[in-house]
T-cell receptor, first 108, second 114 residues
Framework: EDQVTQSPEALRLQEGESSSLNCSYTVSGLRGLFWYRQDPGKGPEFLFTLYSAGEEKEKERLKATLTKKESFLHITAPKPEDSATYLC?????????FGKGTKLTVNP | GAGVSQSPRYKVAKRGQDVALRCDPI?????LFWYQQALGQGPEFLTYFQNEAQLDKSGLPSDRFFAERPEGSVSTLKIQRTQQEDSAVYLC????????????FGPGTRLLVL
């Protein structure tokens, strides 16, 4: 069965304290791994798509990497506005299978 | 350009009522998806359209749930005889087959069944 597991469930950082979020997956024939950001009361906002092991994508303070079993979302020198829930999903046929997310809080 | 829009943003229904949730996808996007998100969980797939064809409805939880996209643009998710367990946020997403399959989400409709 295809599964996506995110860890930790919640993470508190001080402003400027870099860290990583983990997304491990079990899926046959990965066709894409997606990272989204979700703010309270809003829909998920697309961040990155990764397709093959070794691929990396960057956007501002965020960098996503992919291996054969997991993906990492690295956050460098986070700011309070980076506080949100970060969702990981894998593409199965045409639908996305999501993890439960990591709730990130960055304190000033 | 305009993103995915959904209406209403909030809906309170009495148990047993029928509800209809609307989704306006990004213009030109051929694929449209509905997801259900419970509190503290990731979105879960409900159904998928390519143009007007409903290609996958494997995630619809019961025959009380019905979705349509008759002209290949706007879609409606209908829930008949609502139950308390239907309370959730219903998210719509659209994608263009030329954009690496990224799905772009609307703000969601928060449904509360009393």
């Amino acid at each position: 069965e295809d599964q996506v597991t995110q860890s930790p469930e919640a993470l508190r950082l001080q402003e400027g304290e870099s860290s990583s979020l983990n997304c491990s997956y079990t899926v046959s024939g990965l066709r894409g791994l997606f990272w989204y950001r979700q703010d309270p009361g809003k829909g998920p906002e697309f961040l990155f798509t990764l397709y093959s092991a070794g691929e990396e994508k960057e956007k501002e303070r965020l960098k996503a990497t992919l291996t054969k079993k997991e993906s990492f979302l690295h956050i460098t020198a986070p700011k309070p506005e980076d506080s949100a829930t970060y969702l990981c999903a894998v593409l199965k046929v045409e639908k996305l299978v999501f993890g439960k997310g990591t709730k990130l809080t960055v304190n000033p | 350009g305009a993103g995915v829009s959904q209406s209403p943003r909030y809906k309170v229904a009495k148990r047993g009522q029928d509800v209809a949730l609307r989704c306006d996808p990004i213009s030109g996007h051929v694929s449209l998806f509905w997801y259900q998100q419970a509190l503290g969980q990731g979105p879960e797939f409900l159904t998928y359209f390519q143009n007007e064809a409903q290609l996958d409805k494997s995630g619809l939880p019961s025959d009380r749930f019905f979705a349509e996209r008759p002209e290949g643009s706007v879609s409606t998710l209908k829930i008949q005889r609502t139950q308390q367990e239907d309370s959730a946020v219903y998210l719509c997403a659209s994608s263009s087959t030329t954009m690496g399959r990224a799905q772009y989400f609307g703000p969601g409709t928060r449904l509360l069944v009393l």
